[in-house]
Protein backbone atom coordinates (compact mmCIF):
# COMPACT_ATOMS: atom_id res chain seq x y z
CA UNK A 1 0.00 0.00 0.00
CA UNK A 2 1.31 3.47 -0.78
CA UNK A 3 1.23 6.60 1.02
CA UNK A 4 -0.72 9.27 -0.22
CA UNK A 5 1.53 12.70 0.46
CA UNK A 6 0.15 15.20 -1.92
CA UNK A 7 -1.06 18.02 0.75
CA UNK A 8 -2.49 21.02 -0.35
CA UNK A 9 -3.53 24.01 1.91
CA UNK A 10 -7.42 25.40 2.08
CA UNK A 11 -7.74 29.44 2.03
CA UNK A 12 -8.50 30.28 5.89
CA UNK A 13 -12.08 30.10 6.50
CA UNK A 14 -12.88 33.42 9.02
CA UNK A 15 -17.07 32.14 9.54
CA UNK A 16 -19.25 29.03 8.96
CA UNK A 17 -19.32 28.19 5.34
CA UNK A 18 -17.02 25.44 2.64
CA UNK A 19 -13.62 25.14 2.74
CA UNK A 20 -11.97 25.83 -0.61
CA UNK A 21 -8.60 25.43 -2.75
CA UNK A 22 -6.97 28.53 -3.32
CA UNK A 23 -8.52 29.12 -6.79
CA UNK A 24 -10.51 29.64 -4.50
CA UNK A 25 -13.44 26.38 -5.31
CA UNK A 26 -15.09 24.35 -2.61
CA UNK A 27 -13.37 21.53 -2.10
CA UNK A 28 -14.57 17.85 -3.18
CA UNK A 29 -13.62 14.51 -1.28
CA UNK A 30 -10.83 15.14 0.69
CA UNK A 31 -8.34 13.84 3.61
CA UNK A 32 -7.57 16.44 6.39
CA UNK A 33 -4.19 15.60 7.67
CA UNK A 34 -4.03 19.09 9.88
CA UNK A 35 -5.59 21.50 11.03
CA UNK A 36 -4.55 25.10 12.07
CA UNK A 37 -6.94 27.43 14.37
CA UNK A 38 -6.37 30.78 15.53
CA UNK A 39 -8.97 31.30 18.42
CA UNK A 40 -10.24 34.79 19.44
CA UNK A 41 -10.27 35.89 23.14
CA UNK A 42 -13.22 33.71 23.89
CA UNK A 43 -13.30 29.66 24.01
CA UNK A 44 -15.27 28.53 20.75
CA UNK A 45 -14.61 25.60 18.70
CA UNK A 46 -15.01 24.19 14.70
CA UNK A 47 -17.17 21.39 14.19
CA UNK A 48 -16.05 19.88 10.71
CA UNK A 49 -19.39 18.39 8.28
CA UNK A 50 -19.24 16.21 5.32
CA UNK A 51 -21.70 17.27 2.77
CA UNK A 52 -22.54 20.70 3.95
CA UNK A 53 -23.88 22.40 6.60
CA UNK A 54 -26.59 19.90 7.16
CA UNK A 55 -24.14 17.11 6.36
CA UNK A 56 -22.42 14.63 9.31
CA UNK A 57 -20.56 15.78 11.89
CA UNK A 58 -16.93 14.15 11.72
CA UNK A 59 -15.50 15.73 14.31
CA UNK A 60 -15.62 18.84 16.51
CA UNK A 61 -12.43 20.94 17.82
CA UNK A 62 -12.91 23.15 20.71
CA UNK A 63 -10.82 26.07 21.10
CA UNK A 64 -9.02 27.77 24.22
CA UNK A 65 -10.03 31.59 25.23
CA UNK A 66 -7.08 32.59 23.99
CA UNK A 67 -6.37 35.38 20.63
CA UNK A 68 -2.55 34.75 21.24
CA UNK A 69 -2.36 30.85 21.41
CA UNK A 70 -3.32 29.29 17.82
CA UNK A 71 -3.58 25.73 17.98
CA UNK A 72 -1.65 23.18 15.29
CA UNK A 73 -2.94 19.82 15.15
CA UNK A 74 -1.39 17.00 13.23
CA UNK A 75 -4.52 14.24 12.91
CA UNK A 76 -2.95 10.77 12.94
CA UNK A 77 -2.31 8.09 9.80
CA UNK A 78 -3.62 9.51 6.66
CA UNK A 79 -6.09 12.02 8.27
CA UNK A 80 -10.01 12.13 8.50
CA UNK A 81 -11.63 11.27 5.46
CA UNK A 82 -14.76 13.83 4.50
CA UNK A 83 -16.34 11.82 1.16
CA UNK A 84 -18.56 14.86 -0.17
CA UNK A 85 -17.11 18.26 0.89
CA UNK A 86 -15.43 20.17 4.05
CA UNK A 87 -17.86 21.58 5.48
CA UNK A 88 -16.41 24.37 9.08
CA UNK A 89 -18.98 25.92 11.58
CA UNK A 90 -16.58 28.03 13.51
CA UNK A 91 -17.85 29.60 16.83
CA UNK A 92 -15.59 32.15 18.58
CA UNK A 93 -13.20 31.69 15.82
CA UNK A 94 -10.58 33.72 13.97
CA UNK A 95 -9.77 31.58 11.36
CA UNK A 96 -9.24 28.02 10.50
CA UNK A 97 -6.91 26.43 7.89
CA UNK A 98 -7.03 23.02 6.90
CA UNK A 99 -4.37 20.64 5.39
CA UNK A 100 -5.64 18.32 2.87
CA UNK A 101 -4.70 15.40 0.14
Known amino acids: MSMQTDVQVSVPLTSTGQFTNQTPTALARARV ?4 IVPSGTAGSVVF ?3 GASGTTVM ?3 TVASA ?3 TYLLLPGEGVLFST ?4 TVTNVTSV ?3 YG
Open 68 to 70: TQP
Open 85 to 88: NVHG
Open 49 to 51: KDG
Open 97 to 99: TIF
Open 60 to 62: TLN
Open 33 to 36: KAVY
